[in-house]
Structures are given as C-alpha cells and as structure tokens.
C-alpha cells in the first residue's frame, strides 16, 4: 500500500521533525546498544528500550512508554500477552501487526519495529513480543476525561477531518477497522491524530466505497462479533452479517458526538438497550430510513418498541444545523445511505465557521491515558456539583437522557472557503474563531493551564449522568437484563458454554441471538493474573471494552487459533466446526 502525505503538509508522522530523522525502526537495522546487528529485519531485542511507565491495559497487552537506547526516541510498547503458551502467538496479534505493516498514512498508528524479550523459563527460553509505535500523548478518551482539557470546536474539526482521512484510507485499502472508538484514537501534543488498535481489523473484500454512494452492498458475510457496544452500528445489532465499511462510520458518528458532549453519546447497558437508545435518538427503524430492517435476524425483539421521532437535532441543538446535518450522516441507520469518508470530508461543516484549526495550533496538554482516568475522575470529583444541564446518555436507570447540551453554541453557519485549500495547506488559513467551549473565556492560551480551581465549574463542564459514587468514580451502570430471558446478566455468571458462543442459533444481536448478551467478558475463569473488568478502574468502560475481547481471552484466542490447525479443529465435533467458521469472519 502507498505511503500517503499528509493533508497538514510538512507534519512529520508524529509531529515531531526530530524524532521523524531517525525512527527506532531505522536504528535497529543498523546496530543496538551492544554492537550486534539484530538476526531479523523489524525487530530488535528489548534490551534496546529503557521502560518508563505503564500507559494501559489492553486485553491483549499491557502498553508502556519507553525510551529507546539507540535513537533517544520515546515511543510505546505494547506487550503481546500469550494467555495460553500452548496456542502460540495468537492470532489477533497476527493480524494487527500484518495489517499496521501494510499501512503507511499520517493518521495511522505505525508499527516501529518489534522487540524480542527471552526469559528463560524452565526448559526451552520464551519470547515475549513488544510491538513498538510512537508515542502518542493521549488517547482521546482520556483526553476527554481530563478535567483541564476543553475541545474548542475548531480543534474538533482538525480531529474529526483527520479520522476521516485515515478512515479514507483505510476504506480505500479495503480495510474494515471494526472497533472505531475514542479510547482507540490516539492524539499527539502536535496535534496528529491516528487511528490505533487493528486487533479486530480485517481485509474486506468487497469493493471501496465511492465519493457519493455511501458505503455501497457487501456480497460476503462477516461476524457481527465486533465494535465495542457503545459505538456499534444498528445493523450489526439487528446482525447484519453482509455489512460494509459504514460500520466504521456509525463510530466515527458517536466519536465526533462524544467530543462535543465530553462522554459516550451511546451508553447502552445491554445490546437491547444500545438498539433503544439508537433508536431514541435517530428514531425507529421502517422501511424508508432503513430499509429491509425488518428482515434482520435481530429485530424480533425491537418490533415492540414504540414508536419515537428523531431527537438528534434537539439533542444537539446547541452544536449547530451544520453539525447536526453531518451527525445524521455520519449515523444514518440505513447503512447503504450512511456518509462514507471521502464524502463526509466534503461537508460544509468544515467549510463552515469557526474553520478547523491546523494540528499544530491546537495546545498542549498533560498526558491523557486510559491509566490517567481514574486520577482525573478523582479531580472531577472533588469539584462540586455542576449546575443543571442534560447530559446524553444513560441516566442511573438505564434511561436515555436527551437534556440540555454541556457545551456552547458555536455560532452561525456560514460557508466559507474550500476545504482543498485548508487542507493542503496552500491557502493563507483564515483568522480563528475560539470555539464554542471558550468564546466567553478569552483566548485560547486559557483553557491549558490547570484544572479549574474549586467553586462552581463553568456550565460547560462535563458530569456524570448519574451521580458519583463515594469512591470518586461513578457508579457502573445497572447490571444488563439480558435481552432474550430477561433475568440481569452478572460477569462470570452465564454457563461458560454460552459464553464460549457454543453453538448459537443466531449470531449476536439484541433478539434471537446466542442466549447471552454479546459483551460478557469471560474473565471468570481466568488464572493468568489479568484483571477482571469488575475492578472499579474501568468503571465508565463497560460497554467500551469491545465484545469480542471478552471472547478475546483464552476462548477467542484459542479459537482463533484453531483456524489455522486444521488437525486440531477435525478432532472437534461438526457443531463447533460450523461455530468456528463464524469467528473466522
Ligand atoms: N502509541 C501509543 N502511545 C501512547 N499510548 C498508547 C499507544 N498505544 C496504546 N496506548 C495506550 O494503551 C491503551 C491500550 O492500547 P490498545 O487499544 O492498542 O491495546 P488493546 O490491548 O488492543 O486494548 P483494548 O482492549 O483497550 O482495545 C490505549 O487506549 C492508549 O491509552
């Protein structure tokens, strides 16, 4: 695949010229602290790294900072954890380093190189594998999180215009990404912004979308086991299994969303109730907005639901007609109709005031991980009760709650200038508004310093939409009634059988799936020391962590893994073959 310039012009990868003169790629190539050249071309041993801190926790690895010790540059690894050494390097790892290999865009994570750790266990040695890539300041829903940092709306544009173009590309190389959310957009204090984690990325091979036919029809099926549910589009919960690239798009919706909001715009608590808040929000499904809906193997349960109007544009009215028009877009519930990349980027909302700002006049802030949120959910808390105002999402019972935005009015929608020009940098850019976070502030050096000292916070402050617990973090949403037999879903509860997908009828989805809600993390069992998602430290990510990394343990690993053994997958009965052949979509 084409290295493709970035649209910012002269921005290097990551931002930063001088880490770009030398990657730790590039280095290791050459030689490593010791003098040795490394055995294989892309990797180098660990001992070429200086580990700083850790940055998150993923169900696949642990990812830290380090320094490397040949060129100086920082950068992250994230550690491949073999849950169980028998099935080898699972095969998620696999995928995601094959597909970063292939791709090279400004608004994608690179894969550096991969670094080797041997242990010596007992017997043979064991390697531990680090992927390495830039480090990148924040992701963006920890940026969210932190209470110091407020998006002006030409910061978000800058973002939004920069998920689109590595979506563009990504959709252009026939790639679906399939778990596009806000704790998988990393952002740099350069402004860069890259699209991260191809765990559940796959080739797709129908054809790429089209500049103005949506994301076209896909003629093969593919699991509808993917997308963390917060972010997951209304097709693959009624289980669509022919879907297509505006998949990918229906996320880049709820994130653009979430950046004006400052939280998850979808939170559902359980597949039926991610499907109802959709609904609530871009109204119920027929055979105009989304035709052939009422085919979907998932919509048994949702055809009692009653019939709601569309609330987009009052919920958010404060962000603006142009907003709104690029919103109902961007998460259209007829998947053919739903705005693909190329198109989205020709918008007038970015032709529109105030313009989008250019990566490198967005400000600083201090490091934003998903291991910083529990230390900027203590900050918030300490700070009394915000005003009345609505919130979008999920009250404490589960309800939607379509109040009163958190954030100003940006003002007027007047098109102006083309957007080729901004973005190729050859026109002089045009003066810039504040935004609608600080118009009232001044200007925009203001909204960097620290968080805001106690007293009332400003109206435009994100809060919970329920009220905070006594440890500082908010209370989990209730436990998720499960969709098919009503009775509420606890974590480790549902017979391992039916966690492990065994033989489901249907596919996922909020009705007439397999009799267990899709995101079930399947910790229970687990002895290798990984923290069970019950901890508290990721209370607001329960329906972020995405599904299929529940399965993701040593089920989905295992399973995976069984594609590629045929041996061992005959020795198992024809049921599970047919199961198997589903995951391997
Ligand atoms: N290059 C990077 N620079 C800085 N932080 C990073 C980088 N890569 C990952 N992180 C941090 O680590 C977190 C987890 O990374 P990633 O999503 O790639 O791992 P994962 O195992 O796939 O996680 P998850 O199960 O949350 O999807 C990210 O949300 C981010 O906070």
């Known amino acids: 695949m084409a290295s493709t310039p970035s649209r910012f012009g002269g921005q290097t990868l990551n931002g930063n010229p001088a880490a770009s003169k030398r990657t730790a790629g590039q280095a290791s190539l050459e030689v490593g602290p010791d003098g040795k050249k490394p055995r ?292 259209k519930l007829d998947w053919r109709k739903r705005v693909n990349a190329i198109d989205a980027l020709e918008h007038p909302y970015f032709k529109s005031s105030p313009l989008p700002a250019k990566p490198g006049e967005i400000p600083q802030f201090q490091e934003s991980h998903e291991l910083d949120r529990k230390k900027f959910r203590e900050q918030k808390a300490n700070l009394p009760p915000a005003p009345a105002g609505g919130t979008v999402g999920m009250g404490p019972d589960g309800d939607f709650i ?47 310093g620290p968080p805001p000292p106690p007293g009332p916070p400003p109206s435009q402050s994100r809060r919970p939409a329920w009220p905070p617990e006594a440890n500082g973090l908010p209370p989990r949403p209730p436990p998720p009634i499960n969709p098919v037999w009503g009775g509420q879903v606890h974590r480790g509860s549902v017979p391992r059988d039916e966690i492990r997908g065994r033989p489901p009828p249907r596919e996922g989805g909020v009705a007439g799936g397999p009799r267990v809600d899709t995101y079930i993390p399947s910790y229970a069992n687990r002895d290798d020391g990984h923290r069970d998602r019950d901890d508290g430290r990721r209370g607001r990510e329960d329906g972020q962590r995405r599904d299929e990394r529940g399965d993701r343990g040593r089920q989905g690993e295992r399973r995976e893994q069984e594609h590629r053994d045929p041996g061992r997958r005959r020795s198992r009965s024809p049921e599970r073959d047919r199961n198997r052949e589903l995951y391997r979509r």
């Open 40 to 331: 294989f071309h892309g990797c180098s041993k660990i001992s070429n790294y200086i580990m700083m801190s850790k940055l998150g926790e993923g169900t696949f690895g642990e990812v830290h900072k380090a320094e490397s010790r040949v060129t100086g540059q920082i950068v992250a690894m994230k550690k491949i954890l073999m849950h169980n050494e028998k099935d080898g390097f699972p095969i998620t790892a696999i995928r995601e380093i094959k597909l970063l290999k292939m791709l090279s865009h400004p608004n994608i994570l690179k894969l550096e190189e991969m670094a080797i750790e041997r242990t010596k266990g007992e017997g043979r040695k064991k390697a531990i594998m680090y992927m390495v890539t830039p480090y990148m300041d924040h992701d963006l829903s920890g940026l969210l999180e932190n209470p110091s940092v407020h998006f002006t709306e030409p910061q978000i544009k800058c973002y939004m215009i920069q998920l689109l173009e590595g979506v563009a590309y990504l959709h252009a190389s026939k790639i679906l990404h399939r778990d596009m959310k806000a704790a998988n957009l990393l952002i740099n204090n350069h402004g860069i912004l890259q699209i991260a984690d191809f765990g559940l990325a796959r080739p797709y091979d129908d054809p790429p979308p089209q500049g103005g036919k949506g994301g076209g029809e896909a003629t093969r099926d593919y699991t509808t086991l993917v997308v963390t549910r917060w972010y997951r589009p209304p097709e693959l919960l009624l289980t669509l299994r022919k879907y297509t690239s505006a998949i990918d798009m229906w996320g880049v919706g709820c994130v653009f969303g979430e950046m004006f909001k400052g939280r998850p715009i979808l939170q559902g608590s359980t597949d039926l109730n991610q499907i109802h808040l959709i609904f609530d929000l871009m109204g119920s499904p027929n055979e105009e907005n989304m035709p052939g809906w009422s085919t979907l193997l998932g919509c048994e349960g949702v055809k009692s639901f009653p019939q709601r109007k569309s609330t987009l544009s009052q919920t958010f009215r404060e962000q603006g007609p142009s907003f709104v028009s690029l919103l109902g877009e961007l998460l």
């Open 402 to 448: 379509n109040g009163a935005s958190n954030s100003n009015h940006h003002g007027q929608y007047r098109p102006r200038g083309g957007l080729g020009g901004y973005l190729n940098d050859q026109q002089p850019y045009p003066p810039r508004h504040n935004g609608y976070e600080f118009r009232q502030h001044g200007p925009q050096r203001e909204f960097r």
